[in-house]
Nanobody, 123 residues
Framework: QVQLVESGGGLVQAGGSLRLSCAAS????????MGWFRQAPGKERAFVAA????????YYADTVKGRFTISRDNAKNTVYLQMNSLKPEDTAVYYC????????????????WGQGTQVTVSS
């Protein structure tokens, strides 16, 4: 089992920044690739970013590429999502997840999820 707890969400104006954190406990964190997803009201949960177990490779949705950065600190069992130049359309609940296999871009490739943290971007 892996337990994931997100933090760092909040209300920010358009153009602002936030950094989300996801603290992991349980099974060996650095054995997992990790991902961030988001879900806006009335929409499906969508891929945002992923990072491999070492941190050497990262992957982004086109909608956030160049604005968001995923990183991890295996010594702290934590993965981060730095979000810059935020837009109102980034408003969503953000979830981190542990990847067990398959494409990084699909929800079905992740088997452990956090409870989510709300990000609201005002215009």
């Amino acid at each position: 089992q892996v337990q994931l707890v997100e933090s760092g969400g909040g209300l920010v104006q358009a153009g602002g920044s936030l950094r989300l954190s996801c603290a992991a406990s349980g099974r060996t964190f650095n054995g997992y690739a990790m991902g961030w997803f988001r879900q806006a009201p009335g929409k499906e949960r969508a891929f945002v970013a992923a990072i491999d177990w070492s941190g050497a490779s990262t992957y982004y949705a086109d909608t956030v590429k160049g604005r968001f950065t995923i990183s991890r600190d295996n010594a702290k069992n934590t993965v981060y999502l730095q979000m810059n130049s935020l837009k109102p359309e980034d408003t969503a609940v953000y979830y981190c997840a542990a990847h067990y296999g398959g494409s990084y871009y699909y929800r079905s490739s992740y088997n452990y999820w956090g409870q989510g943290t709300q990000v609201t971007v005002s215009s």
